[in-house]
């Protein structure tokens, strides 16, 4: 039963279009581009842009038939901010504010009302990417697209020219560095110098 509401819930697949030199040359040059964006985000919160941005971006790069097999495996974005949580709560507390006191006893109207305001402040603890995904979650799926295209570029079946192999290289490789830096900073404290 769960495989049919799978069936129904999935889109129908893309068509698959082949990578052909040129495309790749230009999706390297995207990728550089795409990481030094995201590294003016903060990287410990969910950007709703964002994520929709990825995830449309993701379907397109799904979308070659070189890249599919090697990114079946990178989900998309889950665009869930902390306000949509708290908003959805703050709803429900204000149902059960409205609902409840002339059919619960006093006490229990009391004892819910104010465990459900404790848990919506205690949302405000819970890290983001609990929930949704980071900026930096985005960075490493677009860490992983990066490191993907490296391969395809490295085993040659592109068949580029030297001038173009180099340039796609440095993009690739400009774009790898670019997001493994904006994830090693994310990890490092916020208070302590940066080294």
Not at 127 to 136: A, L, V
Request: with cysteine; aromatic share 10%.
């Amino acid at each position: 039963m769960s495989q049919l509401f799978r069936t129904l819930r999935r889109p129908p697949p893309s068509p698959v279009r082949h990578l052909d030199r040129k495309l790749f040359y230009d999706l390297a040059a995207e990728c550089r581009i795409y990481a030094a964006e995201l590294a003016n985000f903060d990287q410990d919160r969910v950007n709703l842009k964002e994520c929709h941005r990825f995830n449309a971006w993701l379907a397109h790069v799904k979308g070659y038939d070189r890249l599919a097999p090697r990114l079946a495996m990178i989900s998309a974005a889950r665009p869930i901010a902390r306000w949509q949580i708290v908003a959805l709560m703050v709803v429900v507390w204000l149902l059960l504010a409205l609902a409840l006191p002339g059919q619960v006893q006093q006490q229990w109207v009391t004892v819910l009302l104010g465990g459900w305001l404790i848990t919506i402040v205690a949302v405000f603890f819970i890290p983001e990417s609990f929930y949704g995904t980071t900026t930096e979650l985005l960075e490493a799926k677009v860490l992983f697209v990066v490191n993907a295209m490296l391969d395809i570029l490295d085993s040659g079946v592109m068949e580029f020219t030297d001038g173009a192999f180099f340039k796609t290289r440095q993009n690739l490789l400009a774009a790898k560095e670019e997001l493994r830096l904006q994830i090693d900073l994310a990890h490092r404290p916020h208070n302590g110098p940066i080294l």
